[in-house]
């Protein structure tokens, strides 16, 4: 059922989707009248998740997360990310302004339910869990944002008429600070479980898991193996028997592993459907027996780039994770469809790399239309709480271990995918093995940006990135609009 929210500062025009975001429909509410019941506070929240549908951060969000790294490439010539694919990016790229947009926009619906929920008379134990809730999808955005423009304005007042809104750049450690109090906040007072209607929604764990990743992040490894270690020893997530099992309709979502996801139903308003399979589907195959399966993004793949680069080179031979990933000449889906047998790539390829993803992609179907798939999205599967606490132990021992405890972990990811369990891990191995765990899941350019990789790995796959690459340009229309902002260095 589809919920507009009708509030003054922002929060206008939100839809759900099933599950939590499944609500009786409120109608023409201001902000005279809403924010005095739990049942209104409850709904405000979940307009800042289905900033999370928006297909700016979802659907296209591998426009600005997935194209600058060697995992993948545009599938064409598109003035709208072709330049982030050879760094001839600028202010005025559309994925750039998007992406900045959007992500602000979850920090402006955060602020102002923050702001209400302090100012509530609801029991304490019910505000914390609202804030907690409140302050999780901040952090959310706000990572993402300092990770690819820098030092951003860290903005926490919900916007109004009095206040000056043309905020400077905050220094990186405070934007930082901010997003590690929020997600402190967040893991102490979020559920442990959420069940029934509320699953999908943000719990301890899932705090716990991105507060390790932003440790991870801030190289602060003895506090990401303590994060990520609280996440395992909780004892409610475990991997999924296949890693494909993380991508079917039928248990991918909200799954064992599944930690924290974008939630999506489909056919429901446009909007409300993962779109992931439109911009992924080889073109011309007919798939998703829509009008989309365009082949957007590809993966990279020797045809068209250096061997021992790509991403479609990088899986082991008995790797059980490429073909849930990667689309190879002549491999079958027979649940693909299977009302017409089942598909089959072509011997030939289907793209300029031969190659095409296969990570999101479902076909046809009920419940599947243009654009909308109901599979949801991952943002944190539990394989990555696994690897980041080995590589934060590897880290800790000085760059390779061969610590029983770090080795158990990684290498029940390793096993689930059909490989031999490693005896050692050091830098490479932790970053070869998050490439082909996490292919075109939106992870590999920032694991490329954090460990220092992404200049000379970028340069031997033939790229043309320069220091201030590992930066992405500030909007120009931000600038235009507010001059106490600064443009980062390069562009």
């Given at each position: 059922?589809?919920?507009?929210?009708f509030?003054?500062?922002?929060?206008?025009?939100?839809?759900?989707?099933?599950?939590?975001?499944?609500?009786?429909?409120?109608?023409q509410?201001?902000?005279?009248?809403?924010?005095?019941?739990?049942?209104?506070?409850?709904?405000?929240?979940l307009?800042?998740?289905?900033?999370?549908?928006?297909?700016?951060?979802t659907?296209?969000?591998?426009?600005?997360?997935?194209?600058?790294?060697?995992?993948?490439?545009?599938?064409?010539t598109?003035p709208?990310?072709?330049?982030?694919?050879?760094?001839?990016?600028?202010?005025?790229?559309?994925?750039?302004?998007?992406?900045?947009?959007i992500?602000?926009r979850?920090?402006?619906?955060?602020?102002?339910?923050?702001?209400?929920?302090i100012?509530?008379?609801?029991?304490?134990?019910?505000?914390?869990?609202?804030?907690?809730?409140?302050?999780?999808?901040r952090?959310?955005?706000?990572?993402?944002?300092?990770?690819?423009?820098g030092?951003?304005?860290?903005?926490?007042?919900?916007?109004?008429?009095?206040?000056?809104?043309?905020?400077?750049?905050?220094?990186?450690?405070?934007?930082?600070?901010?997003?590690?109090?929020?997600?402190?906040?967040?893991?102490?007072?979020?559920?442990?479980?959420?069940?029934?209607v509320?699953?999908?929604r943000?719990?301890?764990g899932?705090?716990?898991?991105?507060?390790?990743k932003?440790?991870?992040t801030?190289?602060?490894?003895?506090?990401?193996?303590d994060?990520?270690?609280?996440?395992i020893?909780?004892?409610?997530?475990?991997?999924?028997?296949?890693?494909?099992?993380?991508?079917?309709?039928?248990?991918?979502?909200?799954?064992?592993?599944?930690?924290?996801?974008v939630?999506?139903?489909?056919?429901?308003?446009?909007?409300?459907?993962?779109?992931?399979?439109?911009?992924?589907?080889?073109?011309?195959?007919?798939?998703?027996?829509?009008r989309?399966?365009?082949?957007?993004?590809?993966?990279?793949?020797?045809?068209?780039?250096?061997?021992?680069?790509?991403?479609?080179?990088?899986?082991?031979?008995?790797?059980?994770?490429?073909?849930?990933?990667?689309?190879?000449?002549?491999?079958?889906?027979?649940?693909?469809?299977p009302?017409?047998?089942?598909?089959?790539?072509?011997?030939?390829?289907?793209?300029?790399?031969?190659?095409?993803?296969?990570?999101?992609?479902?076909?046809?179907g009920?419940?599947?239309?243009?654009?909308?798939?109901?599979?949801?999205?991952?943002?944190?599967?539990?394989?990555?709480?696994?690897?980041?606490?080995?590589?934060?132990?590897m880290e800790?021992?000085?760059?390779?271990?061969?610590?029983?405890?770090?080795?158990?972990?990684?290498?029940?990811?390793?096993?689930?995918?059909?490989?031999?369990p490693?005896?050692?891990?050091?830098?490479?191995t932790?970053?070869?093995?998050?490439?082909?765990?996490?292919?075109?899941?939106?992870?590999?350019?920032?694991?490329?940006?954090?460990?220092?990789?992404?200049?000379?790995?970028l340069?031997?796959?033939?790229?043309?990135?320069?220091?201030?690459?590992?930066?992405?340009?500030?909007?120009?229309?931000?600038?235009?609009?507010?001059?106490?902002?600064?443009?980062?260095?390069?562009?």
């Amino acid at each position: 059922m589809k919920i507009q929210i009708f509030i003054v500062i922002a929060i206008l025009g939100l839809s759900s989707c099933e599950g939590f975001l499944d609500r009786s429909s409120l109608d023409q509410l201001s902000e005279d009248t809403f924010y005095k019941t739990e049942n209104d506070m409850d709904s405000a929240l979940l307009g800042i998740y289905s900033v999370l549908q928006n297909i700016d951060w979802t659907g296209k969000g591998w426009m600005m997360l997935e194209i600058p790294s060697d995992n993948t490439q545009a599938g064409g010539t598109d003035p709208e990310f072709t330049p982030i694919d050879d760094f001839t990016m600028n202010g005025d790229t559309p994925p750039v302004a998007a992406t900045w947009a959007i992500r602000y926009r979850a920090v402006t619906l955060a602020n102002v339910v923050i702001e209400k929920i302090i100012a509530s008379d609801f029991d304490q134990s019910i505000k914390n869990e609202f804030l907690g809730e409140a302050q999780f999808l901040r952090a959310l955005a706000y990572f993402d944002l300092v990770r690819l423009f820098g030092s951003v304005p860290y903005i926490t007042e919900a916007p109004r008429f009095d206040i000056d809104l043309l905020y400077a750049r905050t220094p990186l450690n405070d934007v930082y600070e901010g997003i590690k109090s929020d997600l402190e906040f967040a893991s102490e007072h979020l559920p442990i479980l959420r069940n029934g209607v509320d699953v999908g929604r943000a719990s301890s764990g899932a705090a716990l898991a991105l507060l390790a990743k932003v440790h991870l992040t801030r190289k602060e490894y003895g506090k990401s193996r303590d994060r990520a270690k609280e996440v395992i020893d909780l004892g409610i997530y475990s991997l999924m028997e296949n890693y494909s099992d993380n991508f079917d309709l039928a248990t991918g979502d909200n799954n064992a592993e599944s930690i924290f996801e974008v939630q999506f139903t489909g056919c429901a308003n446009f909007g409300t459907g993962n779109a992931r399979q439109a911009f992924f589907a080889p073109w011309g195959e007919g798939i998703t027996k829509d009008r989309d399966g365009w082949g957007s993004q590809i993966p990279t793949s020797p045809t068209v780039n250096p061997p021992g680069t790509t991403i479609a080179d990088s899986f082991e031979s008995e790797d059980l994770r490429k073909k849930w990933s990667i689309m190879s000449p002549n491999v079958a889906y027979p649940n693909l469809n299977p009302e017409d047998g089942g598909y089959i790539y072509p011997g030939s390829g289907a793209s300029a790399s031969g190659v095409n993803i296969k990570k999101y992609v479902v076909g046809g179907g009920d419940n599947i239309c243009f654009m909308s798939t109901p599979l949801n999205a991952s943002i944190i599967r539990y394989a990555d709480v696994l690897l980041t606490y080995a590589e934060s132990l590897m880290e800790i021992q000085g760059g390779v271990t061969s610590d029983s405890e770090a080795l158990f972990y990684f290498n029940l990811v390793r096993e689930r995918a059909g490989l031999a369990p490693l005896l050692m891990i050091d830098k490479e191995t932790v970053l070869h093995e998050r490439r082909v765990e996490f292919a075109f899941e939106n992870q590999r350019w920032f694991d490329l940006i954090r460990t220092g990789e992404a200049i000379e790995k970028l340069t031997f796959h033939g790229k043309n990135i320069q220091q201030h690459n590992l930066l992405f340009p500030i909007p120009s229309t931000e600038l235009e609009t507010n001059p106490n902002l600064t443009q980062n260095p390069g562009y």
